[in-house]
């Protein structure tokens, strides 16, 4: 049995003990692992997607913190914990701790739930009709898929696995660029699902306030993937099967919901502007250096009533991008589809590049773009705004400057300080196959 089984036997211990409330107050405790994947009930289902919704929160905020300090996006101080001011800062990474260990584990534990259910729906007597099926596969598939690209994007050249169906006979670790592939191939056909069967869905969808129908919310995440893959004609067509609007609300999208209702979590990005070095959370103070004047992004982070030094780093700024413990956290939302479009546009076609950069810009209070129309020009326009639109919101800047070679553009603060590439294989997957 491989080393992934101690992952994915977390999950079969704590399929549905996740204790969570969601919008009607409904407990998730309820079904059993067995019960699931034997034959699935409507019920079971109905509780088993709301748990899926639920575990997708889990190990959010490391996720979140620690590819936000690989780019230099803000500096997570904690004296109790040196390792995110030490460890992260300088690439010298453990393969056995709890900022490797737990995002990857969280992941996998999901797709091992999802798994579960999918099975169940294949081995189901109740009365689901056809469509109720369908829809609920493409919807499952979509969000398995979200999670293997979760991984990916911390693991990046080691690889992921992606067959985990059989805890026994897990299938081997594929490289980057064929888990991208076949993730983006796992969302087409989920796509094809949502579609055919009009969304029928047996359940609710718990996205945040996003208005959207499920198959556009699945092309926006597969955008994304192609963007990675540097595919530009297949991003321009999934955007436009997406919820993506270039005049529209660039706040609307697909949400991670917190509450301080029963059982639920709240968002543990939310700390104070004026945290002590017992938590905080510090812009990098290359943030406030770079932005441009009038920018209204500036409002991200605020300026602390003095600053707060550790570990030989003193930021005068806290981050402000979820000044409540109840702010949702963006999955994908439509400012990040029009940088998208921008960058599917930028080496041929750069006057819809400049139209994109120019809503965004506008948006932040900054006047239109009027740099040059080269491609390394837009280029570096575009990511200069994801830095500043994706501030804070799942280390996308570490991302896309690995993703366009410029890694060593990330400011290091101290002598010793490194970028780190990818975190390393956790220490019970590094055995040989």
């Known amino acids: 049995m491989k080393n992934l089984n101690k992952y994915l036997l977390i999950a079969c211990s704590i399929f549905f003990v996740f204790s969570c409330q969601v919008e009607d107050g ?53 004296s109790s914990e040196p390792r995110y001011t030490a460890d992260l800062l300088t690439a010298n990474l453990d393969n056995n701790t709890f ?90 056909t989920s796509y094809d699902n949502l579609v055919s069967s009009g969304e029928d869905f047996p359940f609710q969808i718990i996205l945040g306030d996003y208005s959207g129908s499920v198959a556009e919310f699945n092309a926006a995440l597969n955008a994304r993937v192609e963007a990675y893959r540097g595919n530009y004609a297949n991003v321009l067509s999934l955007l436009d099967q997406s919820f993506l609007n270039i005049n529209g609300d660039l706040r609307n999208g697909a949400y991670h919901i917190f509450s301080l209702t029963g059982a639920d979590i709240t968002n543990s990005l939310s700390v104070g502007v004026n945290a002590t070095t017992g938590g905080a959370r510090v812009a990098h103070p290359s943030f406030v250096q770079d932005i441009l004047p009038n920018d209204s992004r500036m409002s991200k982070v605020a300026m602390r009533d003095e600053p707060i030094t550790l570990d030989n780093l003193t930021g005068s700024f806290g981050m402000n991008v979820y000044p409540n413990n109840t702010d949702p956290v963006a999955i994908v939302r439509n400012e990040e589809l029009i940088l998208l479009y921008a960058e599917a546009n930028y080496q041929n076609n750069s006057g819809e590049a400049i139209r994109a950069i120019d809503r965004i810009r506008t948006a932040a209070n900054l006047p239109p773009y009027t740099g040059s129309p080269a491609p390394a020009a837009l280029l570096d326009e575009i990511l200069f705004q994801k830095r500043y639109s994706l501030f804070g919101e799942g280390g996308h800047r570490w991302i896309d400057l690995r993703r366009f070679d410029r890694l060593d553009q990330l400011p290091l603060d101290r002598s010793g300080d490194q970028v780190a590439v990818q975190f390393p294989r956790p220490a019970n997957e590094n055995t040989p196959q």
């Open 26 to 78: 409904a407990n998730l405790n309820g079904a059993s692992t067995s019960s699931v994947a034997t034959d699935i009930s409507r019920g079971e289902l109905i509780n088993a997607t709301a748990g899926v919704f639920a575990d997708m929160r889990t190990g959010l905020t490391l996720q979140v913190d620690t590819q936000s300090v690989f780019g230099r996006e803000y500096w997570r101080f904690q």
């Open 99 to 188: 900022y490797t260990v737990t995002p990857y584990t969280a992941r996998y534990s999901n797709i091992k739930n999802i798994n579960l259910i999918l099975e169940g729906l294949d081995n189901t007597t109740a009365d689901f009709s056809d469509s109720e099926l369908t829809a609920s596969r493409g919807f499952l598939n979509t969000i398995k898929a979200h999670e293997l690209l979760m991984v990916l994007n911390q693991q990046y050249l080691n690889g992921i696995r992606i067959d985990v169906e059989d805890e026994n006979d897990l299938g081997g670790f594929v490289g980057y660029d064929q888990a991208l592939e076949a993730i983006s191939t796992l969302l087409g």
